[in-house]
């Protein structure tokens, strides 16, 4: 997708917030009219405005059609970033050792790393340290198995 | 001298060493704040001779404000929120192969500006603590709106300005989100309990600074290692001229925002780095790694550190949320805060103060010997730092209020955060808003009900007069040379 047309997408959107944030107000009720409304219609009509602007000066410029590049390597980024979301729906569950334990070599197989004893090593040792520090030392409370 | 006695003996010396390393390392893990680390272990020093649990407190709470600097600086993930600042010129510095310097101009700034606020604290407590009683909620607003200044000079470099205030906007709506404290009803929570508090800073810093590099990283198409960056690191530079200026303008100014209570290291860190930009003659290099900013930034937090102790000490009134658990740890050992510890706790009071000047001494020597070794990190390759350090972004965002929405706000905060970053939009104006906008709020507010609804109230002081120089000072220079822009660019097309 063209970089400009997020660009403007992401502002007409932050321009729909403003007017929902500024109507917003009008359920205020008692001491909160006169001061915390003031605020929030404040915030509202600055980034109305602001964005409103903003929008104005990219139709009215003319603006090459290069593409948004979120990432070079989608296959890496997305894997990543679906670690990370799996890790976060089983840490209540399983905690954080037995997730971290298979997260860790995952990851760093998926980016392209392969010594493995160096990876059973770093994850011994980030397994060890959160142990010993968190859990031990600083009575952090992990959710799940406990060890 | 029988104090200094007390501080010099081996036993204590011991326990200010334990202390500042420990706080070193807890400060510069993502998601273990000063506070949580003063607050766990205050019970511990319950069994303790109270001299030594204090000093064991004020070590850690000086090693941690230095030790958020370090990871700021190597990972671009600020250790504790008053390290954003320095994340901004350091991690720059990191890339350009001048991570040691960056490291050594963090511990050299952390180390005077704790030092001279300690000594502030030592000679002034009473006479300040006095005079900060004048400060109200309307100059707390103006306060906040200082440090929101910051976001004009973030942006004023290129041409985005816009962009950089709709993104402190964005920042302070974000901040809006929770319980309104004027009414105690709910906003924009959407139905969802975890939200009641509102968003906490710690998982969208976590998530706008450290987990977006992961992400940027980890879709690379090469992740070789540059050794030459190494190299250029461990040739020794020296500290550059002109440093100590800002230096100076850092600790001055952290230790006076410092004083006023319920002000924190993140405004004062953030208005030093403004201040500095201002003053500097190399302002086209901030945000691209100017140590100037690292300097000034990093003498603004930690003196904090004793400045913060000054209404503390002196009226029992914290001057931020560190003060506030090293206030209940007095407490704990029978001292109530106020004019009796100057004069019936002398025998603990001045020990503790004065072994905060050693804490400053431990951790500088910890910061220049570690720097070089530290400055190594740039052998990890990117493909096993990027596990490591996700796993560590989900430790931290979930160590803070032990909650998993924590840990889901961060993804969205990290994944919102770099399509915003693609956009132009400045992540730092973003964390700028979401961290000052409760602080603006709640002076607004309050300055509100004090002035009966009239908005005159934020003029009306001499000391709210004067800050609005200040904040006119900070702002028509980086807007002048955004409208030259403007103009250049006008005329070329």
Redesign the interface.
Known sequence: MA?KN??RA?LAL?IV?AVL?YF?TAN?????L???A???QF??V??GV??V??LA?SLLREQSNVK???????V??G???L???I??SV??TLG?FIP?AV??????VL???RSYV??GL?TAG?LTF?YL??VQL??????GLEF | MEYLQIVFSFEALLTIAIGTIAGVAIGGMPGLTATMAVGLLVPFTYTMDPTMGLMLLGGIYCGAMYGGSIPAILLNTPGTPAAVATAIEGYPMSKQGRRALALKVSVTASFVGGMFSVFVLLMFAPFLAQQALKFGPAETFLLALMGLAGIISIADENSSLIKALIAGLIGMIIAVIGTDDMSGSLRYTMGMIELIDGIDFMPALIGLFSMIQMLELSGMRSHKIDTSMLEKSSKKEPMPKGISKHIALGSATGTVIGILPGEGATIAAFISYNFSKRISKTKELFGKGNPEGIAAAEAGNNGCVGGSLVPTLTLGIPGNSVAAALMGAFIIHGMIPGPELFNEYADRTYPFIISMFVANGVFLIVGLSFAPFLARIALIPPAIMVPVVSAFAILGSYALNNAVFDVYMMIAFAVGGLLLKKLGFSLEALILGLILGPIAEGGFTQGMIIGHGSPWIFVESSIAKGMWVIIFVLLIPPLLSYLKLIRGNAKQS
């Open positions: 970089k997020v660009d992401v932050l917030m944030l917003s205020y009720t008692g001491i909160a006169k001061t915390s003031k605020y929030v915030l509202a600055s980034i602001l964005s602007v903003q000066s948004l590049i979120l990432t070079e390597n989608m890496r980024f894997g990543l970033l670690g990370l979301i890790f976060a840490f209540e954080f971290a997260f860790i070599p995952v990851i760093a980016l392209g790393f160096a990876i770093t980030v959160v520090v968190f600083l009575s952090v409370n992990l959710p």
